[in-house]
């Protein structure tokens, strides 16, 4: 290495990617989230190939490359498949740690619905039941469910 | 498929900050240090791919800050978002649609950015950007559901990390060379659970490059050649609830492929060592289980019969994998790297004995969503 | 050794400046479904998949694996590549050796944007270094406009010279039903648009745009039972050229990137005299004096002739080399679509489903992607079998 590199003094500038979003939720979310707000309803989407009921509500089934028209209710309580406590906290996190992910199977569901719980963390077991718990203000996002809470 | 081979490779150390260089100047040194290892010159070379991710980099085109760094004035270059394993496949196509050589070059650093953030936009920005899930949560996620599966205890995936973290102290590019015990890595903090933080990646800075060329090319170089036997990469679907987390049936598939191309047909008899990505510790068995070393649910058994470590049956991760240094995207490249030194002889203490053949795995998007493998050999 | 390849079907959304009713994965599937129409093929006959856009305008990393439920990509081979501007043109050649090194035989190529999710100059201003360029001299306008005001320097082409490009352009999208400016637009007008950086004025350059484009290419042997005519690749062709913004600065060079590419592109493609081989062009002009300056740098005509051989008609519909009969970037831009775009319409052109938008008797067709520092890309198209 060359000598005068040794005395460089290692500068950093600061920065940030700071670009506002708006997503468009689409037809089919957008039905979803209404529901989820206005009725306190979760709503999926059946495959009329496959037979998979899709939650939350899909437009097209990947699986079978065609686009769904059937909706279904789905109940607001279901069995946990996977679940994770959380340890470390971020502001990306819509709760302070320790609080947990859980992969939900909805009862009328086909596939595992992901969202938090936050109480009971020490009882938390794979298999047990689960229920929505909704928020009083509601704005159309998948945090009008605040988290699911053990039944 | 027509001959081709690694005929170059280079990594730089990888730590956990890098203050010294900048993305551009990390590429020009493995440039350099891959045409040296090849004994070729940046004019012999006619085809770049480069490797980075604008997420990760804090820049659009992220490319763009490295494209003199890996001599890709005047020549054919493109960049492919995602893990070093891709982009070397890429490299490979544009070498037998008669390319002469492809430097492909990868560099990430983690130093620079908020990996929660960042990962946290790999996932859907309508249902599930909100809950704050990113790459560490998920994959406890996926954790869960394979141990409670198949019955696994937190003690046998810690074993993954135990030895992976021992294999790294015989290679002098790994960040975390370490002597952990089982005990260690149980009592160590916990992160997600059931992942502790001894079941998880560091976060690295770092750059790596190969080089990869026809039958012609490969005849004039340096080093042995290594040869492409078989590749192949497949993706599952995107919800984390919509796939069997505990079943990696994307990498399953692409295994098949690749085998196919490479004709194995008992991977653990005609596989002699292989590096897959493992940024978390279950990771590796579940991965092993779908490249078919084992069945569903026996891979942590892989390490307590000795078969996966060094001086077993099927050494897994000489290099101290990614839990020793994880820096994202190169990493898979470092993959492919340390699998062509095996099969070159030159991995110096993290050499497996008369290894030929290699396996070298690696991923993209949420709990392995999209996986590519990779067969190389030095028989032709 | 390397296999022929051909484009055998091509699709597109109806491109519009929002697209409340999608998200990008739905508007990914449209494109997608629309070419595999086009090939009359299914999602299952397709090997692999090659996808790109920019991270920054939807703010989704990996779009690759989030993209599967449109793409079609479940259990399938995908891979994303991304270069900026030139990204669609970037994808369609990463397509192209996914076919022709022999590992696939159908492959799909997707490009896509929502322009309309994000701030679009705040996304695109973060491709400049952080340390060195971000501050000073960002975003695609101020680099165009400099490269403008030297070429008035140096050749005197005047404003309304550069705006008859963006008069033809709009003219052109009026008989494509996917172009998103379907407006005539007239010199008078975009010499009376808003200065937005001298001389570029807002009629001089291209809008922001959501939408979605996907071609399937095939490879020889297949190419012909799938289609009757297929656009078979002779050249693709690539140069990014410049790392820094600084190092672009000698700006009467022209675009060396351009010139480059056409020559390696030329050269596959066994072309000598471009404007009597070339029967249409699909360029990527993203602002009114490309369509000057950039068809010297490919050669349509010597340095400093451009305004007098679009003045002459050249290059509008019925003369001698129509460009971007589609209405091209100045009435299209889904910027990760736009330089797909560009090879799709070419490939339509070929294939002569152009309709009212059709050069009569396309035997070649170019198409360019402009984009990063001043790079390019370039595909050159043919329904003669290389």
Same mark, same amino acid.
């Given at each position: 290495m060359t000598e005068w590199l040794k005395s460089v003094e290692p500068l950093t500038l600061k920065g940030q990617i700071a670009v506002p979003y708006t997503w468009w939720v689409g037809e089919t979310g957008g039905r979803f989230m209404a529901a989820l707000r206005d009725h306190r309803k979760i709503l999926g989407t059946k495959c009329s190939s496959c037979k998979t009921v899709y939650v939350p509500a899909r437009k097209s089934c990947g699986r079978c490359f065609i686009d769904m028209e059937e909706w279904v209710d789905i109940a607001d309580e279901g069995v946990i498949q996977a679940y994770t406590i959380?340890?470390?906290?971020?502001?990306?996190?819509?709760?302070?740690?320790?609080?947990?992910?859980?992969? +939900?199977?909805?009862? $009328?569901?086909?596939? $595992?619905?992901?969202?938090?719980?936050?109480?009971?963390?020490?009882? +938390?077991?794979?298999?047990?039941?689960?229920?929505?718990?909704?928020?009083?203000?509601?704005? $159309?996002? +998948?945090?009008?469910?605040?988290?699911?809470?053990?039944? | 498929m027509d001959k081709a081979a690694i005929v170059g490779v280079a990594q730089i150390k990888y730590e956990r900050r890098k203050k010294d260089q900048i993305f551009a100047d990390m590429v020009f040194d493995v440039t350099r240090e891959a045409l040296d290892d090849a004994g070729l010159t940046i004019h012999d070379v006619d085809n770049v791919v480069t490797v980075s991710n604008d997420f990760f980099d804090g820049r659009t085109i992220s490319g763009m800050a490295v494209g003199d760094a890996c001599g890709g004035q005047d020549k054919n270059i493109s960049t492919v978002s995602g893990d070093g394993t891709f982009g070397a496949f890429y490299g490979l196509m544009r070498v037998l649609s008669g390319y002469k050589a492809t430097i492909v070059v990868a560099h990430y650093k983690g130093s620079e950015g908020d990996i929660n953030i960042t990962t946290n936009g790999m996932f859907d920005p309508v249902f599930h950007r909100h809950l704050g899930i990113d790459a560490v949560s998920s994959a406890a996620l996926q954790a869960n559901a394979y141990m409670t599966r198949y019955g696994i205890r937190e003690e046998d995936i810690a074993q993954v990390s135990v030895k992976n973290h021992g294999n790294a102290k015989n290679n002098p590019f790994a960040q975390l060379p370490m002597d952990?015990?089982?005990?260690?890595?149980?009592?160590?903090?916990?992160?997600? *659970? =059931?992942?502790?933080?001894?079941?998880?990646?560091?976060?690295?800075?770092?750059?790596?490059?190969?080089?990869?060329?026809?039958?012609?090319?490969?005849?004039?170089?340096?080093?042995?050649?290594?040869?492409?036997?078989?590749?192949?990469?497949?993706?599952?679907?995107?919800?984390?609830?919509?796939?069997? #987390?505990?079943?990696p049936v994307a990498l399953r598939e692409a295994a098949t492929?690749?085998?196919?191309?490479?004709?194995?047909?008992? =991977?653990?008899?005609?596989i002699d060592v292989a590096e897959v990505l493992e940024p978390f510790s279950y990771m590796e068995p579940l991965w092993l289980e779908g490249l078919g070393f084992c069945e569903p649910g026996a891979g942590c058994s892989l390490i307590t019969k000795g078969i996966t470590v060094m001086g077993g049956k099927l050494p897994v991760n000489p290099s101290g994998g990614a839990?020793?240094?994880? =820096?994202? #995207?190169?990493?898979?490249?470092?993959?492919?790297? *340390?699998?062509? #030194?095996?099969?070159?002889?030159?991995?110096?203490?993290?050499?497996v004995k008369n290894a030929d053949t290699a396996l070298a795995q690696g991923f993209n998007g949420p709990c392995g969503q999209s996986h590519c493998v990779w067969i190389i050999s030095g028989t032709k | 050794m390397a296999r022929r390849v051909a484009i055998v079907g091509t699709g597109q959304t109806y491109h519009k400046s929002h697209r409340p009713d999608v998200t990008s994965r739905e508007m990914i599937k449209e494109a997608v479904s629309s070419a595999l129409a086009d090939a009359e093929l299914t999602i299952r006959d397709i090997d692999a998949i090659v996808i790109g856009n920019m991270d920054h305008f939807e703010s989704i990393n990996y779009v690759d694996t989030y993209s599967v439920e449109g793409s079609g990509g479940v259990m399938k081979p995908i891979m994303k590549v991304t270069t900026g501007g030139t990204t669609g043109a970037t994808v369609a050649i990463a397509a192209y050796y996914h076919v022709s090194s022999g590992f696939f035989d159908r492959v799909l190529a997707i490009g896509f944007e929502k322009n309309s999710e994000s701030d679009t100059t705040g996304a695109i201003i973060t491709c400049s270094d952080p340390v060195w360029d971000r501050f000073s001299y960002s975003g695609a306008i101020p680099s165009l406009a400099t490269e403008a005001t030297a070429y008035m320097e140096k050749y005197g082409a005047t404003q309304e010279d550069a705006a008859l490009i963006a008069e033809r352009d709009r003219g052109h999208a009026m008989n494509n039903p996917y172009a998103h400016l379907r407006r005539p637009l007239t010199v008078a007008d975009i010499m009376a648009s808003p200065m937005l950086a001298y001389p570029i004025k807002l009629g001089d350059i291209c809008p922001r745009s959501d939408g979605a484009c996907a071609i399937?290419?095939?490879?020889?042997?297949?190419?012909?039972?799938?289609?009757?005519?297929? !656009?078979?690749?002779?050249?693709?062709? @690539?140069?990014?050229?410049?790392?820094?913004?600084?190092?672009?600065? %000698?700006?009467?060079?022209?675009? @060396?990137s351009m010139q480059r590419a056409s020559k390696d592109a030329y050269a596959q493609a066994g072309i000598t005299k471009p404007v009597d081989e070339i029967d249409v062009a699909e360029l990527y002009l993203p602002y009114t004096w490309a369509g000057l300056k950039w068809i010297e740098d490919i050669g349509f005509c010597g340095p400093g002739e451009a305004s007098k051989f679009v003045g002459d008609g050249h290059t509008h519909m019925g003369g001698k080399l129509p460009i971007n009969p589609s209405g091209g970037v100045i009435s299209t831009n889904c910027i990760g679509a736009t330089a797909l775009l560009r090879v799709a319409? !070419? !490939?339509?052109? @070929?294939?002569?489903?152009? %309709?009212?938008?059709?050069?009569? %008797?396309?035997r070649n067709a170019i198409a360019t992607g402009f984009g990063g520092c001043f790079w390019s890309d370039i595909v050159i198209l043919s329904s003669e079998r290389p």
């Open positions: 959380v340890h470390y906290g971020h502001p990306v996190q819509p709760a302070k740690p320790p609080f947990a992910y859980a992969l +939900i199977r909805l009862d $009328g569901a086909d596939v $595992g619905f992901l969202h938090v719980i936050k109480k009971d963390l020490d009882r +938390i077991k794979n298999g047990l039941r689960v229920k929505a718990k909704f928020r009083a203000e509601r704005t $159309g996002t +998948i945090l009008d469910i605040d988290s699911f809470e053990l039944m | 952990i015990t089982v005990n260690d890595v149980m009592k160590s903090r916990k992160i997600a *659970e =059931p992942l502790k933080l001894l079941d998880c990646c560091p976060i690295s800075d770092g750059a790596a490059a190969v080089i990869i060329a026809g039958e012609d090319i490969a005849a004039k170089c340096r080093k042995k050649p290594v040869w492409v036997r078989g590749v192949a990469h497949c993706c599952e679907e995107y919800f984390l609830g919509d796939r069997d #987390l505990s079943n492929r690749a085998y196919a191309m490479a004709g194995i047909r008992n =991977p653990i008899e005609d839990l020793s240094a994880n =820096p994202v #995207l190169v990493a898979g490249l470092a993959r492919l790297i *340390e699998a062509a #030194l095996q099969v070159r002889g030159e991995a110096g203490a993290r050499q | 399937v290419l095939a490879a020889d042997g297949i190419a012909q039972k799938i289609t009757g005519k297929p !656009a078979w690749f002779k050249a693709a062709a @690539v140069r990014h050229t410049y790392t820094w913004f600084g190092d672009s600065t %000698d700006y009467n060079k022209g675009l @060396v319409e !070419a !490939a339509i052109q @070929v294939m002569g489903k152009g %309709d009212t938008r059709q050069v009569p %008797d396309v």
